[in-house]
């Protein structure tokens, strides 16, 4: 970042104190938070053989889980079964930016972070936190995190629906080759607070990755695995909204 970039950055209201604490992953976390996509290395999604992983195996409603763009980073994927035209997600400060839809055959396979925005709660191996929610009554598809009870819509962006979150759940771009039926992350779009994340649940991490520093492994072929395997202890909760 150039001089006037830096510059540019503190008239958008972080103080040059806030700026120097940040870790070299929260200051280049809050860099990319200015521009709505947050690029990370390519990642092709796989399945446990290590062969591409086919989207067109996915079945509606069953969610999957990849880690992306660290090892202790878990993501999740679904195939919400109709097609989802892109959204424009509205931040709390009035600004907004377009999650660009379903991908796929049928353009219904979406990707979020599981690192719930408001005290960053997660799909962790060892408790399920945030999972997914199938459509019910008059209520579309949501993935919330039973923490506190945030929900948010996973057909429109991630838009909060109920509880305390303060932003939209991150979702990550999914890059399809139709000929292949193969798919690529490639980032995020939206703020997917990796930097809070390993700071609030560091002490958690510790015990699920040893050396601890293999939590922060980018990871370069991101294997899918069904929910319920990648999350020993899912948990179900009431969803609002
Ligand atoms: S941590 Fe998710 S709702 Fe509080």
Redesign the pocket.
């Known amino acids: 970042m150039d001089r006037r970039g830096f510059l540019e950055l503190l008239g958008k209201g972080a103080s040059l104190g806030s700026l120097l604490r940040l870790s070299p992953l929260g200051m280049l976390e809050f860099v990319r938070a200015q521009s709505s996509a947050n690029t990370f290395r390519r990642a092709l999604l796989v399945d446990k053989a290590g062969e591409p992983f086919r989207l067109d195996a996915l079945e509606p409603h069953q969610p999957y889980v990849f880690a992306y763009p660290f090892a202790a980073t878990p993501n999740i994927l679904v195939n919400l079964g109709v097609e989802l035209p892109p959204v424009d997600v509205k931040l709390p400060d009035g600004k907004s930016y377009r999650w660009a839809g379903g991908v796929g055959k049928g353009k219904g396979v979406v990707a979020y972070t599981s690192i719930?925005p408001?005290?960053?709660?997660y799909a962790a191996p060892n408790l399920g936190?945030?999972g997914y929610y199938k459509p019910e009554g008059g209520r579309g598809p949501r993935m919330v995190?039973c923490?506190?009870?945030?929900a948010f819509d996973v057909s429109r962006g991630g838009e909060v629906k109920g509880?305390?979150?303060p932003h939209a759940l991150a979702a990550v771009v999914l890059e399809y080759d139709a000929a292949k039926d193969e798919v690529y992350a490639s980032g995020f779009v939206g703020n997917p607070e990796f930097d809070a994340f390993f700071r609030a649940q560091s002490q958690a991490l510790r015990e699920l990755f040893r050396p601890a520093a293999k939590a922060r492994e980018e990871v370069s072929r991101a294997v899918v695995v069904p929910y319920a395997e990648h999350s020993k202890v899912p948990t179900t909760c009431p969803v609002l909204g």
């Open positions: 719930c408001h005290a960053y709660s936190a945030m995190c923490a506190h009870l945030s509880g305390p979150a």
